[in-house]
């Protein structure tokens, strides 16, 4: 896949990508054409093609920066614990903030699944994967009883997190936090070793 062209001094690149990410997450990225993106920002299609060589390149910017925004809460709040439980924990509230707020990047690594775009399908996954990789380390340092399948648990977890999006209302009587808490006192339960 090309990678993103050196943009221009006076460039609208952030523009671009936040017109992307707003297009992809409120029409997907199947219903935004170039066409579109390069109208929201005022500039014609080929204009855009400086920038990036195709939509999928440019969706690639937008997940890129999108998995930067997440992986950058949950590590800053991560750092600030030391107990694994709490440093599990910190990064599931930071994680459910970062994808429960407002945020066209977030949301488009929310909804865009990487086997619904087969040219760009790799470099999505391997994104993604780096930032499970924070998962993986908090799950491994963990205190479980013995024989439990940390990848099964990790992936319910984060799988749980995700979901959230379909149902969570900010109205509702539950917080991010409360629900990261809630998450975490079911797993806890019968996981941790027994002192």
């Not at 297009?23 to 204009?47: E, H, K, N, Y």
């Not at 799988?159 to 209302?169: C, D, E, H, I, P």
Request: hydrophobic letters at 40%; one cysteine or more.
């Amino acid at each position: 896949m090309a990678t993103a062209r050196k943009p221009h001094t006076d460039s609208r690149l952030p523009k671009v990508l936040d017109e992307a990410a707003r297009l992809f997450r409120t029409q997907g990225f199947g219903g935004t054409s170039v066409r579109d993106i390069a109208r929201a920002v005022g500039m014609l299609p080929g204009s855009l093609y400086c920038h990036f060589a195709t939509k999928e390149e440019l969706l690639t910017a937008v997940y890129t920066k999108g998995v930067e925004q997440i992986s950058t809460a949950v590590e800053t709040v991560v750092a600030r614990q030391t107990d694994p439980w709490q440093r599990l924990e910190a990064a599931c509230v930071a994680h459910l903030e970062s994808i429960l707020r407002d945020d066209d990047y977030a949301q488009v690594v929310i909804r865009v699944h990487p086997a619904d775009i087969p040219v760009a399908n790799q470099t999505l996954i391997d994104l993604r994967n780096r930032y499970e990789a924070l998962f993986i380390e908090l799950v491994k340092a963990l205190p479980l009883r013995r024989g439990t399948d940390r990848r099964s648990f990790r992936l319910l977890l984060i799988g749980a997190l995700n979901s959230s999006q379909t149902w969570y209302r900010a109205s509702g009587k539950n917080t991010p936090r409360a629900i990261a808490h809630k998450f975490i006192a079911l797993l806890r339960q019968g996981q941790e070793v027994s002192t």
